[in-house]
């Protein structure tokens, strides 16, 4: 398999240019040049395998030629060390829970297999790692990166966005993390991270890969999780083929990666695209007119994104065939109104502890279930709920304790360098190294 550009004009590369280079020559981002479905014998085996074998069984398949199983295996598991359980809420809905990895958030499970993936490709040159965030994605990346060898690790997060812990997580590891706090939106931040890529320049002097789910090595596995749920439906009353995953979309990595699986064999009914009121998406899909804005700024921090990257591969995927999107893809989005009482409801009424970003992921699976009486669902539970305790604990109106990771965090020392939303002051950062950050 080779990877090619959404826009066209690149020439398809193997895999390993595709990791290091992030983006591809023409501004566009990488993709498979093909979707072979997994051999039958293949799916069969995933129904009763464990997290680290499907990633070993999907991954091989999509990187066929690049890296061997027995490779790939070892470098899974060691990064996909902590559980991904899959559990039921109601009769009809259960919860794929991604928050268990060492910064709480589903964004470990694409980090910490991309930081393997570009060890054991590289030849010890020094990397540099570019990476903007709306909250998860930056903690996830500076975990997974923290004291790799050759690495330096540059984490773009904007101002007064990202919850308390959130910041904790990227600017209080220090050695090669620099969290860079940048005056402006996400928006802002993705723009300066898209500029340096595109960049001849700047690139022939800094070695840079991008650490966003626009980079392969973090989309491809989180492909993998999408068969976990296949393989527990089967063990699961009630779960049939006929199921529908709400996901909780921002950048809309996470939703790509589960169009990428359907398209190799998992068995799905339908997604959901769930959003806050950042809608661009769910709007394209009721009018046909995708029109990118600014981002709001909401109380699920991680999906405030008024120009969803990836959303570029989803519409490469179906070669603009809106009615084949629709299909496949449902399109929903809920104010903060309505996420925090539901955060409140789902408590009381079951029991369950959702975060902001879970909370819409559940209310996208709601008018499905209810227009299908026979469908079942899950959705993706992507952060834990004390990483979000500022709009969790008042609405259930008690306090959410601190996981010892969260804890640990919060207690250490930060610090991050302030950036204002110009491109030649992010060159210099990037030029000069880390600099000292100012506390």
Not at 6 to 12: K, L, N, V
Not at 20 to 43: N, Q, V
Not at 103 to 109: E, G, I, S
Not at 126 to 153: C, E, K, M, N
């Amino acid at each position: 398999m080779t990877w090619v550009s959404t826009r066209g004009s690149s020439p398809a590369v193997p895999f390993i240019d595709a990791l290091f280079g992030g983006t591809t020559p023409d501004g566009g981002l990488y993709f498979p040049d093909r979707f072979e479905p997994l051999p039958p014998a293949s799916l069969e085996e995933i129904r009763r395998a464990d997290l680290g074998r499907i990633g070993a069984i999907v991954g091989t398949h999509l990187l066929k030629g690049e890296i061997t199983e027995d490779a790939l295996e070892p470098l899974v598991r060691d990064a996909l060390d902590f559980p991904v359980p899959l559990v039921q809420v109601t009769d009809r809905v259960w919860a794929l829970e991604l928050f268990h990895g060492p910064t709480l958030a589903f964004k470990d499970v694409g980090a910490r297999v991309q930081a393997r993936l570009l060890h054991h490709f590289t030849d010890g040159t020094p990397l540099t790692i570019l990476v903007a965030t709306s909250g998860d994605t930056g903690s996830a990346v500076a975990q997974a990166f923290h004291g790799v060898p050759d690495t330096r690790v540059v984490v773009l997060y904007p101002e007064g966005q990202v919850t308390d812990v959130q910041e904790a997580q990227m600017a209080s590891l220090g050695d090669n993390i620099t969290a860079v706090c940048v005056s402006g939106t996400f928006d802002d931040c993705q723009h300066l991270v898209k500029q340096a890529f595109a960049d001849h320049e700047l690139r022939q002097h800094v070695w840079l890969t991008p650490a966003n789910s626009i980079n392969l090595g973090r989309l491809l596995p989180q492909t993998f999780y999408y068969f976990l749920i296949a393989g527990l439906q089967s063990r699961l009353p009630g779960l049939d083929r006929r199921f529908i995953v709400s996901v909780p979309s921002g950048n809309f990595g996470n939703l790509t990666a589960g169009l990428i699986a359907r398209r190799l064999g998992l068995e799905v009914e339908r997604f959901v695209a769930a959003t806050n009121v950042n809608d661009v998406v769910p709007e394209f899909l009721r009018t046909g007119r995708y029109e990118p804005r600014p981002s709001v700024r909401t109380v699920a921090n991680a999906m405030d994104v008024g120009a969803p990257s990836n959303f570029e591969r989803m519409r490469a995927m179906y070669g603009d065939d809106l009615d084949g999107m629709r299909r496949d893809v449902a399109g929903i989005a809920f104010d903060d109104a309505r996420v925090v009482a539901e955060i409140r409801d789902v408590y009381r009424r079951h029991g369950y502890l959702l975060d902001p970003h879970g909370a819409i992921a559940w209310l996208g699976l709601q008018p499905l279930l209810e227009a299908d009486r026979s469908a079942r669902g899950v959705f993706l539970a992507t952060a834990h709920p004390a990483k979000f305790r500022e709009v969790v604990e008042p609405a259930i109106g008690r306090r959410v304790p601190l996981p010892p990771a969260l804890a640990d965090a919060i207690a250490r020392p930060r610090s991050s360098v302030p950036l204002a939303a110009s491109y030649p002051a992010l060159v210099d950062l990037i030029r000069a190294g880390v600099p000292a950050a100012r506390a």
